[in-house]
């Protein structure tokens, strides 16, 4: 954005006293192009000064002739236009100190507005700085080159209207100029750098190195033309001034060439071992100091540890390294010069790090705090020089990992150096404390990043955020904007009363926002970072059926819908659905799940639900599907305490066809105590297949999926006297002998042809699925032996015994525990499953 773009917005009455000699409708016409010109960076007033400064008025005039002829008001302005050049053709210098008076007025009022000028403004500032000192260095070369084509007179004496200046002198201020090009090329080598590991975080990044490099192709060129004309001017410079001119040349040319090597696209961050990247260097003067090699110069990667990155970085990179810290392989490529691209690189495509090596941590250090990096280095000779120069450069800092559930606090580390480094630091030196202001910014370039998406955090999340991480509940918002994080805060300390850090907490939504919920976010459908203290004062006041979402605070990774209802003695209190999780998620949609719910209606603080979320909804299929099959629909339900009935209730209407419940199956009177637990494992099993209380405090949810089809016909709605258990009477009997239990096929342990009288039988196909078979009835040789399901080393249990047995309550198989939590209990029913979430890639006899 220009710094025009800006003003032009604010009111006129602030410029009234820069419109004196540069009226304000001048100014609005020449608009952008007047920031292009380096009108702040004209302040002598010498021959290439004055030079300048009449081109850029020549120029002006120019424009302003150009664009009054489209302007309706064309005669005042072509009078303004004439007062301009009769005014300033005698002094362009002076157009150069009212232009700059103008800008400065200009930055000025943004600056206190704003606090800051826009990030394109500084940039192209620094280019035409930067291009207006290159071009005093050439004017002081052509300089240079007349005194010396003249030469010395009759009298010895230089005939040139430089003449009162001496050779010497000239020579120096250009080397000085030439040195202070150099000191621009390398601050922004430096900054681009910097902006390439602030990209690690999200940050906008320009790739493009092409103008970087044609800024050092430009500046070698003169280089060379101001080396051979100290050279000529040899005698005149003396035995005392040549080397030390020579000294400083050869400086300049190597800062150059080592700080043009660059690693142009950087290697995982988080490096896991036994697994391939990539990565590219790019040496910015090979086109033009590398093409009379007779053979590409190798290059190769080496994993050096931060100790050995800091000892090269003090010896300037001129040590060469002792040992790789890793065993790196296809670590050698060739730096080749592309002739389309002219872009001279070495492409490592298909590295892999077998192996590290550890070094000596630092305290309480973790192997995920652990910094290593990749270096890049090889040997040139440089043309037409003929000088051997080694190039090094390191890669960002890496941080190895040899298993996945490393990558999240590796992550952290690797976000907390890219966010807060210095551009000039010890490798790889990062600060312990940082404001909180510079980490809400950073949190909020990760999410935005990460997720995708324009809207970005607001102050309001920056408040919870902060009460979060330094566990404060009485700061107000503008006390945590002097206070200072830690690392050990971010990434070391556990939260109170949870079980993981700050950033896993917040890796965790990221990960869920960006799988699931990027859309919902990106509409501001999600108010996300809220306490649930604070979502119980907003809708405490709110109507029945009021609800929003947030993330929440004691899960990773969980989205939770806060609703209005009535209590028992019917006062409106808030009730909070066990939070969603991605794989929630993925089974049905953040937006069908609050279309199925009836509680509610209003989005906070009264946008009406299908109108917010009726574009996220997911179009329900009905009828037969193209294969002749019955669709199904997957729906969610909530029950509060208030609608929860009674086991005992007759009569109250079913909301959907549910699956039967298998009871277990009565113990004959044989069957010893100890026996019991071997009977029922295959039946009930334990952790982690029965459901259990949450110790978070979170509501135990039970997501069972309910399949409704049009039409359900099944043999288990009607009870049948072969699948119904034996009454209590029954087994009183000595002589009655049950048949064994019947087991759905999804617990069953074995095969099904074991567990079936009728034996094994081709399965039939889902369109003519036949009805089941009656048992067998049970002939009395059963009577004189153990049922199937019993060990034939079973001893049999007396009467009396049995009954002891009896008179332990037993909860069926499937049903799920008693709810301790003040989370309201949200189901998705499915025939075939109970209620609680059961695992088909696990059944008991297969754990």
């Not at 053979?295 to 003090?314: C, F, G, N, S």
Request: hydrophobic share 35%.
């Amino acid at each position: 954005m220009s710094l025009w773009n800006l003003v032009s917005h604010m009111p006129p009455e602030e410029f009234s006293s820069l419109s004196t000699e540069f009226p304000r409708s001048l100014r609005c016409l020449l608009a952008e192009w007047l920031e292009n010109q380096p009108w702040e960076f004209i302040n002598g007033s010498d021959a290439f000064c004055s030079s300048v400064a009449s081109r850029m008025l020549s120029d002006m005039l120019e424009k302003l002739r150009s664009a009054a002829g489209s302007d309706g008001q064309q005669c005042q302005i072509l009078q303004q236009v004439s007062n301009i050049e009769n005014t300033f053709r005698r002094d362009p210098l002076r157009l150069v100190a009212v232009v700059r008076a103008v800008l400065e007025g200009e930055k000025a009022a943004v600056l206190k507005r704003d606090h800051h000028l826009p990030l394109s403004f500084h940039r192209r500032q620094e280019e035409l700085k930067f291009s207006l000192g290159l071009q005093r260095l050439q004017h002081r070369v052509r300089e240079i080159q007349a005194l010396l084509e003249e030469g010395p007179g009759a009298d010895g004496a230089v005939q040139s209207p430089m003449a009162p200046r001496e050779l010497p002198t000239l020579i120096l201020e250009a080397v000085k100029e030439l040195e202070a090009a150099k000191q621009q090329v390398l601050k922004r080598i430096q900054i681009w750098k910097r902006q390439q590991q602030l990209a690690g975080n999200g940050a906008i990044f320009e790739e493009n190195l092409a103008p970087l490099q044609k800024r050092c192709e430009n500046l070698v060129e003169v280089y060379f033309q101001l080396q051979q004309q100290v050279m000529a001017a040899s005698t005149e410079l003396g035995p005392e001034l040549l080397p030390r001119l020579l000294e400083r040349f050869n400086e300049v040319l190597s800062s150059l060439v080592k700080s043009s090597f660059l690693v142009e696209k950087q290697p995982p961050q988080v490096l896991k071992t036994q697994t391939k990247f990539q990565a590219s260097v790019r040496f910015l003067l090979g086109p033009q100091l590398l093409k009379a090699a007779p053979k590409p110069y190798m290059v190769r990667a080496d994993m050096v540890t931060e100790k050995q990155a800091r000892e090269l970085e003090l010896s300037n990179y001129s040590n060469t390294l002792s040992e790789s810290t890793g065993e790196i392989l296809h670590n050698m490529v060739a730096l080749e010069t592309n002739p389309t691209s002219g872009n001279c690189c070495a492409n490592f495509k298909n590295v892999l790090l077998k192996k590290i090596k550890r070094c000596e941590r630092k305290g309480s250090e973790s192997v995920t705090e652990e910094k290593c990096a990749v270096l890049f280095s090889t040997n040139i000779t440089l043309t037409p020089s003929n000088v051997s120069v080694h190039l090094q450069v390191l890669s960002l800092p890496i941080v190895v990992i040899v298993h996945g559930n490393q990558d999240n606090n590796a992550k952290a580390t690797v976000l907390w150096d890219n966010a807060f480094s210095d551009i000039d630091r010890v490798p790889f030196v990062v600060a312990e404390r940082v404001p909180w202001d510079k980490m809400c910014d950073t949190l909020n370039l990760k999410f935005m990043a990460e997720v995708q998406t324009t809207k970005g955090l607001l102050k309001e999340h920056y408040f919870f955020l902060a009460q979060k991480i330094f566990n404060d509940h009485s700061a107000s918002p503008e006390d945590f904007q002097s206070r200072h994080v830690s690392w050990a805060q971010f990434n070391k300390e556990i939260l109170p009363g949870r079980g993981f850090t700050f950033w896993q907490w917040f890796d965790g939504v990221l990960d869920l926002t960006k799988r699931c919920l990027k859309s919902y976010w990106s509409d501001r459908l999600i108010m996300g970072f809220i306490s649930k203290q604070y979502v119980c004062k907003l809708l405490s006041m709110q109507p029945d059926g009021t609800f929003l979402l947030r993330f929440s605070d004691s899960e990773i990774g969980g989205v939770t819908i806060a609703y209005v209802t009535r209590g028992k003695d019917g006062s409106s209190q808030v009730e909070n659905i066990q939070p969603f999780s991605a794989k929630d998620l993925s089974i049905r949609s953040l937006g069908d799940r609050i279309r199925d719910l009836g509680q509610l209606r209003n989005l906070y603080p009264n946008l009406p639900k299908d109108q917010a979320f009726g574009s996220h909804y997911n179009k329900e299929q009905t009828g037969k599907d193209g294969r002749g099959y019955v669709s199904t629909a997957i729906k969610m339900t909530v029950e509060s305490e208030r609608d929860q009935q009674p086991p005992s209730t007759v009569g109250a209407p079913s909301e959907a066809p549910q699956a039967p419940m298998f009871n277990l199956p009565v113990l004959q009177h044989e069957l010893h105590p100890e026996n019991l637990q071997p009977l029922l494992a295959p039946i009930c099993p334990p952790t982690p297949f029965c459901p259990q209380p949450v110790p978070t405090g979170y509501p135990t949810a039970e997501n069972n999926i309910m399949m409704v089809p049009d039409r359900l016909t099944s043999p288990f709605h009607s009870p049948s006297p072969m699948l119904s258990p034996p009454s209590l009477s029954h087994c009183q009997d000595p002589t009655f002998r049950p048949p064994g239990p019947f087991i759905p096929n999804q617990y069953m342990p074995g095969e099904v042809s074991q567990l079936l009288p009728a034996g094994a039988s081709a399965e039939p196909r889902d369109e003519e699925m036949p009805e089941l078979p009656p048992f067998p009835p049970v002939e009395d040789a059963s009577l004189q032996s153990p049922p199937r399901w019993m060990s034939p080393s079973m001893e049999q249990p007396s009467a009396s015994e049995l009954e002891q047995l009896l008179e332990v309550p037993l909860l069926p198989p499937f049903a799920p525990l008693p709810q301790h939590s003040g989370y309201p209990n949200s189901s998705l029913s499915s025939w075939g499953l109970g209620d609680a979430r059961w695992d088909d890639s696990i059944r008991p006899g297969h754990a």
